[in-house]
């Protein structure tokens, strides 16, 4: 006999189902998935869910279940499923149908439920999970399976996907804001007609007209652009939760609803205007949090492209193309001038300058020699180096820092919202005292129009537009004003989170410093031809060589370069290079004792030598230098109360110059990337509100743990995809303008807060009272709405120019 399971009503034979019995009930399960998620949702108190239910099955629609079998091929776990050292699975899929927090916990806890699913974590911004399970217990297939059986979809993430869904859902938005905006626009006019006509007198058939061509407005309105509100508001009852959507949704409905009585009786007043303006409105507020929503793809994206897919392997002294993941402990691996590094290993033959300032922060290019170690994702400048693999692909330091970056964006806390902390309890406070209000009027009076006109009084009074715009209004000034100045908040609440910093994290080199050698320091022996020192440096792409470049450029005119012979560069050290009959000998002190010159002076900069036939012409040093304005910025952020660190991965000396230049008393250099994040961690143990501003991918990981994360415009494109916050002119007075604006935002936030709560408190008594009709209510609504713009405006005058 076949009996139906309790949870997805999947009819099986009874002696396969797992039979449970509970006093006079009995329940049957199809598996130990069902049952627990059953047990799961009677626990939290939703199973109301069955109830919804009714006799309809779980079972995935016909089209679904037959793509179940792509999910365990071989081509697709190469593709999407990561394999552990541990032997678990890993994947990062997009959960489709996820629509509110409830969302995220129902789902997280039916794959902790499902035996074999090790991990599951869901980002509510992206819509983002992060799966581990064991392969040995249970099969993606059955995974995908089972979210689709509590009513969700999954798929593996596709950044391309989500990005069109992303356009997709801000494209809808825009569409039905638009259609908002135009009938408002137009239903105000009508209404101006009207409202003079109150006083003017006007004909009763004129007025007719008037009131269908505001129901024509109204109409798509309140259906097409407030839809979001409608189905805001059902999933929120849905899942027990009474949120700002059904206030809307109410409010908007009865008033609509009232109007079209009063338009087809003739008795009354219409408020189709209201209906318009209330779904425009907050609309608004919504299309602008749409637009502050961080890209869906993912910070791992922007490195991919920055990540080697082969490297060169000698085998036998030929030379072969493997892809990264192939390679093994042990192989010789050949790097040349431009390559990126990969994988991690110690140099076996050959030298060259390699720059670590992405990972390390080291702002000099460091010389690599046999028996040296070469970290993954340094770059090569100079030379043909040949080194053996100390680690996988897998395990190598800049992989390592990708997962290390990718576990901490999972679990990166979510922003706190002043208004969405009390618009739950506001919208149901709101919806009891108007049902109360129609209570009491029908009682007392017996008119039930009466008694429904003040019931809609009140939800129209108290729709909280000026609580929903109080925050929207004031940050979207607040980043127009910041954009002018080169500062881009990605996110609106980011103000806030900004505004309650005591503390700023800095990078050194690319944040605090222009991140490249400057001559700080050039002496001329003996007249020369500057075309050939100019020439020289042109010919090589090393940072000390553009640097001089960069100086003769800026003190000489007319420069050019001359056709040199034999252009040689000599491995961390410098060029060599003909012209004609002359020697021409470009580099630092080692280079030119090793060609014979005499070399006595010494400095504590790096130092660029240039001779022609041995003798020596010119002197240089150079040094990377604080950015224009940085110690008067760092003083002013001071001012504000807040604390200022640097960490560095440069070494001690450097990091305490710069730090002494720019007015930094508490820095600590030599650090990876690892240790800067831990720096993050301790200083949240103590209960600070960190930001920190960095600009490359060594900064990745302690941007991700920090509150919020500021990058250089110039910066790495994975800096720039974790930060929060980017200076588009890589100026640091930026960063201190990003300060004060916050500030003065966040401070204006809350007048408009206090403003909504002050309406509220003298309106609401008295639309209960009798004295405001809904017409009156809709033009205070307004009035109310107004009163937030024009003091979320104050904030761009006050700041100054």
Sequence with gaps: ?????????????????????????????????????????????????????????????????????????????????????????????????????????????VLHQTPGVIEATINYTTNKAHVIWDPEQIKLSQIIEKI?????????????????????????????????????????????????GMFTGMRSDVKDVLNVAEWVLATPTLFYSGWVFFRGAWFGLKNRFV????????????????????????????????????????????????????????????????????????????????????????????????????????????????????????????????????????????GVVRYEATKDYGSSMLTTLVGLLEESLTKKPKIERLANEISGYFSLTILSIALLTFIGWLWMTGEFERALVVSISVIVIACPCALGLATPVATLIGINLAARRGVLFKEAAFIETMAKADVLVL??????????????????????DLNLLYSLVKSSIHPVSQGIAHYLEEHYENLKELPLEGVKQVQARGIEAKFEEHKLLGGNAKMMQEFGVEVDEKSEYTLFIFAIDKEIVARFELRDLPKE????????????????????????????????????????????????????????????????????????????????????????????EVSDVVLLDDKITSLRDAFLISRRTFKFVKQNLALSVIYNSITIPLAIAGYVIPLVAALSMSLSSLMVVGNSMRIKSGFGK
């Design 507 to 528: 990078d050194k080199t690319g944040t605090i410093t222009e991140g490249k050698p400057h001559v700080v320091n050039a002496k001329m022996y003996s007249e020369y």
């Design 148 to 196: 689709r059986a509590i009513g969700y979809n999954a798929y593996p993430y596709d950044p391309k996907m989500q990005e069109e869904r992303a356009n997709k859902a801000r494209r809808d938005y825009y569409s039905r804001l638009l259609v908002a905006i135009f009938a408002t626009m137009n239903i105000m006019w009508i209404a101006v007609a009207q409202y003079t």
């Design 243 to 382: 949120n700002m959507d059904l206030l809307v949704a109410s409010g908007a409905s009865l008033a609509y609803t009232y109007s079209i009585w009063a338009m087809v009786t003739g008795k009354g007043e219409v408020y189709f205007d209201s209906v318009t303006m209330i779904i425009t409105f907050v609309l608004a507020g919504k299309y602008l949090e749409v637009l502050s929503k961080k890209r869906a793809a993912d910070t791992m994206d922007a490195l991919s492209n920055a990540l080697p897919t082969e490297v060169t392997v000698i085998e036998s002294d030929t030379k072969i193309m493997v892809p990264v993941e192939e390679v093994n402990p042990g192989d010789i691996i050949e790097v040349r001038a431009g390559e990126k590094v990969a994988i991690d290993g110690v140099v076996v033959s050959g030298e060259g300058s390699f720059d670590e300032s992405s990972l390390t922060g080291e702002s000099e290019p460091i010389l690599k020699v046999k028996g040296d170690e070469i970290i993954s994702g340094s770059v090569a400048i100079d």
């Design 629 to 720: 304005g940085a110690k008067e910025a760092i003083a002013e952020i001071r001012k504000l109360g807040i604390d200022i660190v640097m960490l560095t991965g440069d070494n001690e000396n450097a990091a305490k110059r710069i730090a002494k230049e720019v007015g930094v008393t508490d820095f600590k250099a030599g650090l990876f990337p690892e240790d800067k994040a831990k720096e993050i961690d301790f200083l949240h143990a103590e209960g600070r509100v960190v930001v920190m501003a960095g600009d490359g991918i060594n900064d990745a990981l302690a941007l991700s743990k920090s509150d919020i994360a500021i990058a250089m415009g110039s910066g790495s494109d994975v800096a720039l």
């Design 1 to 109: 006999m076949k009996v139906a399971c309790t949870h997805c009503q999947l009819e099986f034979d009874e002696s396969v189902m797992i039979k449970e019995e509970e006093g006079s009930d009995v329940h049957y399960f199809c598996c130990k998935g069902c049952q627990g998620v059953f047990h799961l949702l009677r626990s939290e108190g939703l199973d109301t869910f069955y109830e919804k239910l009714g006799k309809n099955q779980l079972e995935p629609p016909k089209e679904l279940q037959d793509d179940l079998h792509k999910f365990d091929l071989e081509g697709f776990r190469k593709k999407y499923i990561i394999e552990r050292s541990d032997g678990l699975y890993e994947i990062f899929l997009i959960i489709e149908g996820i629509h509110c927090a409830a969302c995220v916990w129902l789902n997280e806890k």
